[in-house]
């Protein structure tokens, strides 16, 4: 019998783990989404754009043929953070409106564009040195650098044009209930 150890065995552990901490702090933020949106379908929605933010984080990484580590994986898990960020600032403006829920998502996409703009490109722009591996640390946290900027590119666009889409639908979902 042959037993793989050493660093492939820590970083096989610590591919788990983070996995399951991704998993759980999505978990974590649909159930305050759920209590902040009162909305199955709504909560849904904010969420949405995950998915893309971490497929285009994964094809970011292969693209700049740098390797899938702990740090890109902390990556996906502080993109996660950022989508729904931008989803709620979204969400939150449509819903204080008194408008009908249609025109209140579209002026919300209207009038949270350079909001959601202005906040993804101060956290690409801090992110540029690290993409570049320059400074201290810069090329061991590179593909965290990589992984958020690559999947915020194309979250940001799924926020803006998904997350409306989703939210009128989400509105009549059979799922919502106790709305």
Not at 98 to 108: F, G, H, I, N
Not at 172 to 177: F, G
Request: hydrophobic letters at 55%.
């Amino acid at each position: 019998s042959w037993e793989i150890g050493g660093l492939y065995e820590q970083q096989r552990e610590s591919f788990s783990s983070l996995l399951l901490v991704l998993c759980g702090a999505t978990l974590a933020v649909f159930g305050v989404l759920l209590f902040q949106l009162r909305s199955f379908g709504w909560s849904l929605a904010v969420l949405a754009p995950a998915p893309v933010a971490l497929a285009a984080g994964s094809l970011s990484l292969f693209v700049t043929r740098t390797p899938l580590n702990v740090s890109s994986l902390m990556g996906g898990i502080l993109l996660v953070g950022l989508v729904v960020k931008n989803g709620i600032l979204l969400l939150e403006h449509a819903l204080s409106s008194d408008k009908p829920l249609p025109e209140a998502v579209s002026a919300a996409a209207q009038a949270r564009l350079r909001p959601i703009l202005m906040t993804t490109l101060a956290t690409v722009a801090a992110l540029i040195p690290l993409v570049f591996g320059l400074g201290a640390g810069g090329e061991l946290h590179r593909p965290l650098a990589i992984a958020v900027v690559g999947g915020l590119f194309f979250s940001t666009a799924a926020t803006l044009f998904l997350v409306p889409a989703l939210a009128l639908l989400g509105k009549t979902s059979a799922l919502d209930k106790w709305r």
